[in-house]
């Protein structure tokens, strides 16, 4: 007989969760894993440390660092946070401190009282000779210095944080121990809190963050708080409001005592590592923080990682061992001996030493930067690390968070300022080519690019004109002069009456008396590395030079642009519009970057730098405009922009999109729907596409002026393309897009009328959500059990496409088969799965001699368990089992009659995804409670056990078997 379950109805990801999960047999609300923050504490704690020798710089003199101070001032994006353990006393000169807006030192420890514990000697806070250097450095690179104050003990933080008068010994002590140092403010790091202490550790912020505040105006109140909130302890949007900041402590999801070898900062979710990872950590204090609150969270990210003892060099791996915390220096090092491997589903570095084997899972400026990524996507508040100088006299984590959080230009040409001027503009069309080609739309396409390649190389550029518009000469050269820039570079291309002619020139300052030498001698040597540069590019000849004595390809005129400018300035005659054959090549987007990289590398040589190829260079999409937030607006324009994309695979209903278009690029982070909306004024025609790649032939979707469309996570190209009609005429202008993204976040709404009929299982397809709107499926799945009292659903079939199942099975005699649906949307959505289960002694089966109990239950009646004497090797066991419908990390707890007979260490085996483990219960207390055997990794559509057995050393004793539960934490 087949029977139906029409009321439950569910879906599960496939994933394996591990990672960051209280430890075996600690139940979930007391304290877990150590943190870094802990562990190297507790470490050094123990190892007595030499007195520093100065000077204070280690090994630097002042007058060099001075000097080496004054090289580099960045200007910050985001609050960047930086750990400085007392422990770490390598060369302070290898901190970038203009990288960096605050350094907590750590640190102080807190007695459960209020009182104090200081370091010694040169690391006494505030005295210690090394934390004055500290201070002084920091702070003479407006860099704000925060003291950390260390508590690690549970029992200790519920004392100080249920005492008023304990509280406010702590708020006192502290901040007469940052005022003694001249700091800036405090960093709390209590690591163990109760959740009965979640009101109490909000209230004791509150009352920092206004003490600091009133004693110290600007000061900096943080607090350091879990990647998961195990415990339930922490009031994330409460602690946002009260406090400067909250440094997410982004790390230890898989930690020095897991059982799998694994990233100690996965980015994303994923089927080898698991739910939690850094994205999941930034959308739980979204969600639960307020996105109001963004600005207040700060992700602090690992600059170490751990190596394991493994059974074996495959990965993933179990552990065999406690791992070994190694910070990058020696992280890097290792993957230098042993070969750098990816993990792509973490997104990390790891390296396998096969002798042990080890494996040791790490962070470095690739991973790092994918998830400093996240934090400006997300918009958070900033980021920062644990901990500094773990990286020793390596700089690449210094890059690329430079890259990454900077708004100083870097490069090269850093510092130095570049004038561009596109020629004409407006109503001035300047020279048109044989076929209409308007000399003012590729000199501005092409300044673009030349901007472009010049902002990659750390300059800074000022443009008289980024759109189609009237600019007069004077007022162009003015705006160089006021500003002023140091070279200027007037962007033309040139025309003659005579279509054969086609030859590339730079032209400089004339006069009749002084002839070339007019111009300034950088002018005379930009424009004569540019020639040659232009020259070698287009191989079209060059102009004759009327200079004395002759520089190649330069030409003396009395232009306005290169007359009137009073820094060295020259004028650009790329090539002849007129051409035919030159206007041909340069309506291609090649052409133009191959012109605008030419003057690039020319202004390059002048200043002596190493040229390089612009990012125009990397294709048609090489330089987009990033849309990573939501909405978005851009008011721009595609006058004067790249006519390379036409010919989608979605094309408009009459003409093409041969015009120019401005390129956009989409960061997905969630499977949701995207609506995209451009508005154009008279005589203006714009039309939004979306691209799975940079070709026309991926186009997704396209619309006159707007279309919604569901995505799946991951990037995309948006491009805003000028209509062009069927007699070849364009209409391009200005333009304003509006892009919204709303993932889908919604379950699907329940399958209905699950029937068996015409030889198969039927029902009605889902097209709504629970919400009743509209919704994108993605499939089914079918489950199937044989006993519905023990709910032993195991997983039939998978990734059913319709809405029907053919389904041969024929359960065996005397049984019954029991089926239901899951609906799975296309953003992996699900409807509430079966995620707790309670199986009791009638629902386990039993091997060996097993008695029926007598004494009173835990049911309410007596009799309802049973008991097996105890033996030195087992004879007996109960089994429990359940099937998963949802994959993640599970509580087992078991119950039982307790009594003075009972075994004081009965043995339960408790089956996961990851082996089993054993956990002994002392049956003789506890009567009828939920004992918790620990948390483990349950995958989905797979039975798991639970086996009682009734070994001991001493005989005479009872094991009880009455009860087990699993719970989905």
């Known amino acids: 007989m087949k029977k139906i379950m029409l009321s439950l109805i569910s879906f599960f990801i496939c994933v394996s969760l591990l990672a960051t999960v209280p430890p075996e ?55 960047i946070y930086g750990f400085m353990p007392y422990w770490v006393v390598s060369d302070l000169s290898k901190v970038q401190w203009d990288l960096l807006t605050h350094v907590a030192y750590f640190s102080v420890g807190v007695n459960s009282d209020g009182s104090l514990t200081n370091q010694s000697g040169s690391y006494a806070w505030p005295n210690g000779s090394y934390v004055q250097a500290l201070i002084s450095l920091a702070h ?4 704000k210095v925060t003291l950390t104050a260390t508590l690690f003990n549970s029992s200790s933080i519920s004392t100080l944080l249920s005492n008023s008068t304990y509280r406010q010994n702590a708020i006192n002590n502290l901040l007469a121990q940052v005022q003694a140092g001249n700091a800036d403010g405090v960093c709390i790091d209590f690591e163990g809190v109760s959740s009965t202490q979640k009101a109490n550790l909000v209230t004791f912020i509150t009352d920092l963050t206004n003490a600091f505040h ?36 982004g790390y230890d999801y898989y930690w020095k005592g897991s059982s799998t070898a694994g990233p100690v900062s996965p980015r994303m979710s994923s089927s080898r590592w698991g739910t939690y990872c850094v994205n999941w950590t930034i959308n739980d204090y979204i969600t639960y923080g307020g996105s109001e609150n963004k600005s207040k969270f700060i992700l602090g990210l690992p600059y170490y990682g751990y190596e394991w003892p493994t059974s074996s060099t495959s990965v993933p791996s179990s552990t065999t061992g406690t791992g070994t915390a190694k910070v990058y220096d020696s992280a890097k090092a290792g993957a230098q001996t042993y070969g750098r491997q990816w993990d792509s589903y973490g997104e990390v570095p790891y390296y396998v030493n096969s002798s042990g084997p080890y494996q040791c899972f790490y962070d470095d400026g690739e991973s790092l930067g994918l ?79 030349l901007r472009d390649a010049l902002l990659a190389r750390g300059a800074s550029v000022y443009m008289t004109r980024t759109t189609d518009v009237d600019m007069s000469l004077t007022a162009r050269s003015s705006y160089f002069n006021s500003i002023p820039v140091d070279r200027a570079e007037s962007f033309h291309h040139n025309a003659s009456g005579t279509p054969s002619a086609n030859y590339t020139g730079v032209h400089i300052y004339w006069t009749d008396s002084l002839g070339c030498s007019a111009a300034s001698a950088n002018s005379r040597d930009m424009a004569s590395k540019t020639a040659l540069r232009l020259d070698s590019a287009l191989n079209i000849g060059v102009v004759s030079s009327n200079c004395t004595p002759s520089i190649y390809g330069v030409h003396g005129d009395d232009f306005h642009m290169v007359r009137e400018t009073t820094m060295p300035a020259m004028l650009t005659e790329a090539s002849f519009i007129s051409n035919p054959t030159e206007e041909a090549l340069l309506y291609t987007n090649a052409r133009r970057c191959l012109i605008a990289g030419a003057i690039a590398k020319g202004i390059e040589d002048h200043y002596g730098k190493t040229a390089q190829d612009p990012p ?50 989409l960061s997905i982070p969630l499977a949701g729907t995207l609506t995209v909306t451009v508005t154009d004024g008279s005589g203006v025609d714009i039309d939004p ?69 015409n030889g198969r299982w039927e029902w009605d397809a889902v097209t709504l959500d629970r919400l009743g709107n509209p919704e994108t499926m993605g499939y089914y799945q079918m489950w199937r059990a044989d006993n519905i009292q023990s709910w032993n659903f195991s997983l ?38 079966h995620t707790s289960w309670t199986k009791i002694y009638t629902d386990a089966t039993y091997s060996g001699s097993w008695s029926n109990g007598s004494n009173s239950d835990c049911l309410g009646g007596s009799g309802q368990y049973k008991y097996a004497s105890t033996q030195l090797t087992p004879t007996a ?12 990390n599970y509580l087992v707890s078991v119950r039982y009659v307790a009594g003075t007979t009972n075994r004081t260490m009965a043995r339960y085996t408790v089956y996961h995804s990851n082996g089993n483990s054993t956990v002994q219960v002392d049956q003789t207390t506890n009567n009828c409670l939920w004992i918790p055997l620990g948390n483990f990794t349950l995958r989905s559509g797979t039975t798991y056990s639970v086996v009682l057995d009734n070994q001991a050393t001493v005989t005479g004793k009872v094991v009880i078997a009455e009860g087990v539960k699993w719970e989905k934490q």
């Not at 943080?222 to 990647?227: L, R």
């Open 689 to 757: 596409h979306l691209l799975t790649s940079c070709d026309p032939a991926s186009c997704l979707a396209r619309d006159d002026t707007t279309f919604s469309i569901f995505l799946q996570p991951g990037s995309y190209y948006l491009v805003c393309d000028t209509w062009t009609s069927s007699t070849n005429t364009k209409y391009p202008g200005a333009y304003t897009l509006n892009v919204n993204y709303s993932p889908d976040t919604t379950a699907p709404a329940e399958v209905q009328n699950l029937k068996w009929q």
């Open 796 to 833: 039939l079939q998978d990734k059913i496409a319709s809405n029907n199942l053919e389904d041969s099975s024929v359960p065996p005699a005397d049984t019954c088969y029991y089926y239901y649906l899951h609906a799975v949307d296309a953003a992996g959505n699900r409807d509430n799965p």
């Open 25 to 79: 047999g600690i139940e979930e609300g007391s304290v877990t894993t150590k943190s870094i923050h802990q562990i190297e504490l507790e470490k050094y704690s123990k190892i007595e440390m030499k007195e520093c020798e100065y000077p204070l710089y280690y090994s630097v003199k002042e007058e060099d660092w001075l000097d080496l101070k004054s090289n580099r001032k960045e200007s910050l994006s985001k609050t």
């Open 877 to 888: 066991t109960a089994t429990w089992r359940t099937g998963i419908e949802e994959a993640g």
């Open 214 to 249: 009133s004693a110290i105006p600007g000061s900096h109140v943080s607090i350091c708080t879990p990647a998961v909130d195990w415990s339930g302890a922490f009031d994330y949007d409460q602690i946002a409001v009260h406090s400067d900041g909250m440094f997410i402590m």
């Open 140 to 143: 003479s690179n407006s860099v």
């Open 371 to 449: 998830k400093w990524d996240l934090v400006n996507s997300n918009n958070l508040g900033g980021t920062g690390m644990w901990a500094l100088n773990y990286d020793k006299s390596d700089t690449t984590l210094w890059d690329t968070l430079e890259s990454k959080f900077s708004t100083t230009p870097s490069g090269d040409m850093s510092g130095i300022k570049i004038g561009i001027d596109p020629g004409h503009g407006g109503t001035d069309s300047g020279a048109v080519g044989p076929t209409g080609l308007k000399e003012k739309e590729i000199n501005l396409a092409g300044s673009l690019m």
């Open 616 to 665: 125009c260079a990397s294709g048609t999409c090489g330089n987009p405009i990033l849309i990573d937030t939501f909405p978005y607006t851009d008011n721009n324009s595609t006058l004067g922009r790249n006519e390379s994309l036409n010919n989608y695979s979605c094309p408009p209903s009459s003409g093409s999109e041969a015009g120019p278009e401005v390129v956009y690029l």
